[in-house]
């Protein structure tokens, strides 16, 4: 391994992708972590007010 | 259809004023926005636009310089990686929106066309990022071809989608369905413009409604404030 990819990777990647299997659905763990992270973001842009959202509604009535 | 007495001969006149009377200025390019735009859900729609202008961007760069280039030099590497995590951001970001949108029943108030476009947009997206799975010019492109090949011919499209044909596959990545996505993209913009961001769900008045339903209540209208029924 040279020393830029070691320098380079916060993880080893060396290795092949670790896979979860439910019947036939075959996932990787890499895009079950991003998939989770997108609900995490979802639901975070619903929940989180948004930036000055409440004066702009005092403002109105 | 008849023409109006008023309306130019020309049929580039007649384009200007179908144009204007679809889009005034004023809604092209607004002023301000209603207060509920102020929500997250409308700043992952504009960070989609956002990568898509950086994927069409460094996708430039990487088709003028060539495979050599961003296989085996640093620079090269850099902007396959921006490309690459460009187009992560752009589907990240498209999914949370469209999520949003699907929860806010975006397609009311004559906004069905607002909806399939954007819609359309993620699925036709899908495909020109696969092509560029199949573009890369090594050894996992040629894994993804072989194995998409047999997923595509199970399904009876080989014969007009050949992944492992790689003049075609590049053809479909660089121009054939960027040129959709862009022109769904700014179809869903000028659509927006047009129609306006869909309003919430106007609770107060469904409730009153609800309650209209009861003997000795008052009606009310059960679309939201600016809605078309």
């Not at chain 2, 492992?164 to 960027?178: D, E, I, K, R």
Request: charged share 10%; net charge neutral.
């Amino acid at each position: 391994m040279s020393h830029g990819s070691v320098v380079g990777a916060v993880f080893n990647l060396d290795h092949p992708a670790h896979v979860v299997e439910w019947h036939f659905i075959q996932l990787s763990v890499a895009n079950l972590v991003v998939i989770g992270l997108m609900f995490v973001v979802f639901a975070a842009a619903i929940l989180l007010p948004f930036p000055g959202a409440a004066g702009r509604r005092g403002e109105d009535s | 259809m008849s023409v109006a007495p008023n309306r130019p001969a020309s049929w580039t006149g007649r384009v200007r004023e179908t144009v204007v009377e679809a889009l005034p200025p004023e809604k092209l390019l607004p002023d301000g926005q209603p207060t509920y735009v102020a929500s997250w859900i409308y700043v992952f729609g504009v960070a989609s636009i956002a990568s898509l202008i950086v994927i069409v961007g460094s996708g430039t760069i990487l088709s003028l310089k060539g495979p050599a280039w961003w296989h085996d030099t640093g620079v090269g590497h850099f902007f396959n990686s921006i490309h690459l995590w460009a187009v992560e951001l752009f589907f990240f970001a498209m999914v949370v929106h469209l999520w949003g949108k699907y929860w806010m029943a975006a397609w009311r108030g004559g906004r069905v066309r607002v909806w399939i476009t954007g819609a359309v947009t993620f699925l036709v997206a899908i495909p020109t990022a696969l092509t560029g799975y199949v573009s890369q010019q090594n050894f996992d492109a040629q894994w993804i071809a072989t194995q998409a090949k047999d997923g595509l011919n199970s399904v009876g499209v080989g014969a007009f989608f050949n992944v492992t044909n790689f003049g075609q596959m590049y053809s479909f990545h660089v121009l054939l369905l960027p040129m959709a996505v862009i022109g769904l993209v700014s179809a869903h913009v000028l659509l927006v413009r047009r129609h306006g961001v869909v309003p919430p769900f106007d609770l107060e008045t469904r409730l009153a409604q609800l309650g209209a339903a009861e003997p000795g209540s008052s009606g009310a209208s059960n679309d939201a404030p600016g809605e078309r029924p």
